[in-house]
């Protein structure tokens, strides 16, 4: 079984738009981590955002916020006002610390964001 | 600090040839990630070190992929014999003790089996 979903293979926007990628995580562990990483075309995976499965707090930075609810499983990420440099495929990845913290990674979302 | 070091960055071989990559962790970084990333698809990983032990490697294909890191630093991947469907990015990815388990991935080698 998938133990993380992204159900978006791509999207298209235009610059400005606000846009939410959707994440769907599968785990029986309590203690475990979700994270969002960029890959823009250069092909280098980048870090976002890490979160624990104890603190639900949803979590602003600048454009991106991520909001992460336990009771649907789901850890979804939201720009807002996109730019052509959020073009990018993005990646949601969970690890189990019961499972030595091997990553689980989604199949990705393509992002276009057009002018 | 520098970041991930990987060789090559792009390599083309004929199916049934050798292969081999090389990555340089973060120094420090006890815990170092190979994952292979087909084109449309997330990474997989195929082998765990902590240090120099193997932690998980359920899912390399042992009878043509082998992986060591010897000393607990620097490892390297190799594919023997290399089929058309091992074509994909590979990807090292190393965590230091404390980070949480952030991973910091290097650039990639793209191989391209023909």
């Known amino acids: 079984a998938q133990k993380v979903t992204q159900a978006q293979t791509e999207i298209s926007v235009v610059e400005k738009e606000d846009v939410t990628l959707d994440c769907v995580y599968e785990t029986r562990d309590t203690t475990y981590y979700l994270f969002w990483y960029k890959q823009p075309p250069s092909g280098e995976l980048v870090f976002l955002i890490r979160?624990?499965?104890?603190?639900?707090q949803n979590e602003i930075s600048g454009r991106y916020s991520w909001n992460f609810q336990k009771s649907t499983s789901s850890f979804n990420f939201t720009i807002t006002a996109s730019q052509v440099v959020d073009s990018a495929v993005y990646f949601c990845?969970?690890?189990?610390?019961?499972?030595?913290?091997?990553?689980?990674f989604g199949s990705g979302t393509k992002l276009n964001v057009k002018p | 600090e520098a970041g991930v070091a990987q060789s090559p960055r792009y390599k083309i071989i004929e199916k049934r040839q050798s292969v081999a990559f090389w990555c340089n962790p973060i120094s420090g970084h006890a815990t170092l990630y190979w994952y292979q990333q087909i084109l449309g698809q997330g990474p997989k990983l195929l082998i765990q070190f902590q240090n120099n032990g193997v932690v998980d490697d359920s899912q390399l294909p042992k009878d043509r992929f082998s992986a060591e890191r010897l000393k607990g630093v620097d490892s390297t991947l190799k594919i023997q014999p290399a089929k058309l469907e091992d074509s994909a990015v590979y990807l090292c990815a190393s965590v230091g003790a404390g980070q949480a388990y952030e991973q910091y991935f290097g650039p990639g080698t793209r191989l391209t089996v023909t």
């Open positions: 979160r624990n499965s104890f603190d639900e």
């Open positions: 990845a969970l690890s189990e610390a019961r499972n030595f913290n091997k990553f689980y």
